[in-house]
């Protein structure tokens, strides 16, 4: 927390640091943002000003010998009606805050944090220029913490978002360094999770390079993690395609990952894998029922794992002997427990003890054998 972090004296810098961490703006060691947060700039002007806000509130303590630092105040206490805005005699409408210049080095005119707030996001959009200038340089810490700070922009601000794009889709196919390329990744990621209309573009751009590009697959992931379940009937194609081991194993995470969110992600993941089962590749067959059952097995959620429980059920009646063989087994390593309080699994194992292929057979003998 900001307040414990900044109960002993602190020099500017790691303040400004700590409250842009503490904001949301970045979320990366001090040495890897130390190039932003010491640089002239609207964002550290902006976080100078909500600092000395702070100050001036008394929130904060502050002196300037030796040298400039910050503390948190112990004696500080929370009254709201000392920190509330005064009503205007006069109500005026809103006036948005376009002028970075206008935000002063000793502080905005501001009369509580949020606008303060609202300063450092303005602030963070109309810095994208230096950001992106920043994302060429050859030290690539440099480079990574330039790809931290455009992330706050690119979250809060379409039109930055927008500018930014072309620049952040070359650079993560062209950066040689991993970390730098794992940040674009995340800025692209927050750009489709944000703004609707640019989601189609970005989503479509981060599979391509999926495809393309096997060795970007690790930015690529860390990407569509920020997008929801949306973008699980995009990923699905990918693993019928010979995009290698890389892509495929990003693919199979992803969709891990956005089943283990909720319990209602979990079922639009569930729903996309029980269309593949009746589908034309053994290969995409085969994983879309392993992918259901370790679903089922690890999710918390009794609906989710009832739901893929009638997955592998389903696949019993299926004319496809692998999609058969392939569900006996899956039942037998993750639902046994489930397997005694299903009438109608005991009469479909009793059939398929009997039926003339010899693994299908055995299979269900000794599934059978466990609920008898």
Do not use: C
Request: no cysteine; net charge negative.
């Amino acid at each position: 927390m900001f307040k414990t972090i900044l109960r002993e004296w602190t020099d500017v810098n790691a303040a400004r640091y700590e409250l842009a961490r503490a904001l949301g703006i970045i979320d990366v060691s001090y040495t890897l943002a130390e190039p932003v947060i010491t640089a002239e700039s609207d964002l550290t002007t902006a976080l100078q000003a909500m600092l000395d806000w702070m100050a001036a509130a008394e929130i904060l303590q502050v002196r300037t010998e030796p040298a400039a630092e910050y503390r948190w105040n112990p004696d500080f206490e929370w009254h709201p009606e000392e920190l509330a805005v005064p009503a205007l005699e006069e109500p005026q409408p809103p006036q948005p805050l376009t002028e970075p210049a206008a935000i002063g080095p000793t502080g905005p005119q501001a009369d509580d944090v949020a606008l303060a707030t609202a300063a450092a996001t303005t602030a963070a959009a109309a810095s994208v220029p230096v950001l992106l200038e920043r994302l060429e340089e050859t030290d690539p810490r440099a480079r990574r913490a330039a790809a931290t700070a455009l992330q706050i922009a690119a979250a809060s601000d379409r039109e930055a978002a927008a500018d930014m794009l072309p620049t952040l889709i070359d650079d993560l196919l062209s950066d040689p360094d991993r970390e730098t390329r794992q940040g674009i990744g995340k800025t692209l990621g927050r750009i489709a999770a944000e703004h609707p209309d640019l989601a189609d573009q970005v989503t479509d751009t981060l599979l391509e390079t999926l495809r393309s590009e096997p060795t970007r697959a690790d930015a690529v992931e860390v990407a569509l993690q920020e997008l929801g379940p949306e973008v699980v009937p995009h990923l699905l194609p990918i693993l019928e395609e010979n995009v290698g081991l890389e892509a495929s194993g990003t693919v199979l995470g992803l969709l891990a990952q956005k089943a283990q969110s909720n319990p209602e992600a979990a079922q639009i993941v569930l729903d996309a894998l029980s269309d593949q089962i009746s589908g034309d590749s053994p290969r995409l067959r085969r994983t879309a029922l392993e992918l259901a059952a370790q679903i089922g097995d690890q999710h918390a959620d009794d609906t989710v794992k009832q739901r893929a429980f009638a997955i592998l059920t389903q696949a019993l009646e299926s004319d496809n002997l692998d999609v058969k063989q392939t569900a006996l087994q899956l039942m037998g390593t993750y639902f046994t427990d489930r397997l005694a309080d299903s009438p109608r699994i005991k009469q479909m194992l009793t059939v398929l003890s009997k039926a003339p292929m010899g693994r299908i057979r055995t299979r269900a003998a000794d599934l059978l054998a466990l609920i008898e």
